[in-house]
């Protein structure tokens, strides 16, 4: 597998400020994907995040609010813009294994409370 | 809509015990099939693959599947305490994951 590490592990923000929640991941993916949990709830994809190219977002999120950058093959970042008390949810960072039979692995999360 | 069906559950199963988790998936065409085991308040954790018919085992986890029927299913045998958990259901559909809502475990000692 991988080994993925997200920063920060929590936080708790004020409404209309924004956070950067990186992503690091110890080898090289092609595909990396941010996703949020509600408490209780499945997981909701909001982009996937290819290096080269622009981010793809799943309806309902769009780039303003999310904005993602992903610089190489290790490393991405999303932002969580104008922060609503709706924002507050866990994101999680999660790459795709080309080598492993496309198998997808998850980061430790980043726990978000926005008052 | 491609869609993952999950009985959310909770189900409960003595200690020991074999614990049946089920999944059915929309999408005909899909070839690659997880679960997923997430405590809580953690992140998910792979613990199970599959991609072609029949059973796969892995320790005390079986995964078994039906692609004729669109199902999916995970067995853990002598069931633990430990064991309780949610697990997720994901079915991949080109290079995105279909996830179910889950199915929350609760082993009983």
């Known amino acids: 597998s991988a080994v993925i590490s997200q920063k920060p592990s929590r936080d708790i923000c004020q409404r209309g400020t924004s956070l950067t929640i990186q992503c690091q991941v110890d080898?090289?993916?092609?595909?990396m994907f941010w996703y949020r949990q509600q408490p209780g709830q499945s997981l909701t994809l909001i982009a996937t995040?290819?290096?080269?190219?622009?981010?793809?977002?799943e309806s309902g999120f769009v780039i303003d609010k999310f904005p993602i950058s992903r610089p190489n093959l290790t490393f991405s970042t999303l932002t969580v813009s104008n922060m609503s008390p709706e924002d507050s949810s866990i994101y999680l960072c999660?790459?795709?294994?080309?080598?492993?039979?496309?198998?997808?692995?998850f980061g430790p999360g980043t726990r978000l409370t926005v008052t | 809509q491609k869609e993952v069906e999950q009985n959310s559950g909770p189900l409960s199963v003595p200690e020991g015990a074999i614990a049946s988790l089920n999944c059915t998936y929309s999408?005909?065409?899909?070839?690659?099939f997880f679960w997923y085991r997430q405590y809580s308040g953690k992140s998910p954790e792979l613990i199970m693959s599959?991609?072609s018919n029949g059973d796969k085992e892995d320790g005390r986890f079986t995964a078994q599947l039906n692609k004729a029927s669109q199902y999916v299913s995970l067995l853990i045998r002598d069931s633990q305490p430990s064991d309780s958990a949610t697990y997720l259901c994901?079915?991949?559909?080109?290079?995105?994951?279909?996830w179910g809502a889950g199915t929350k475990l609760i082993i009983k000692p």
């Open positions: 080898s090289q993916v092609t595909m």
């Open positions: 994901a079915v991949r559909s080109n290079y995105q994951l279909i």
């Open positions: 995040a290819n290096q080269g190219s622009e981010a793809t977002y």
């Open positions: 999408d005909r065409g899909s070839q690659s």
């Open positions: 599959i991609y």
């Open positions: 999660s790459v795709l294994l080309r080598d492993r039979s496309y198998e997808q692995y």
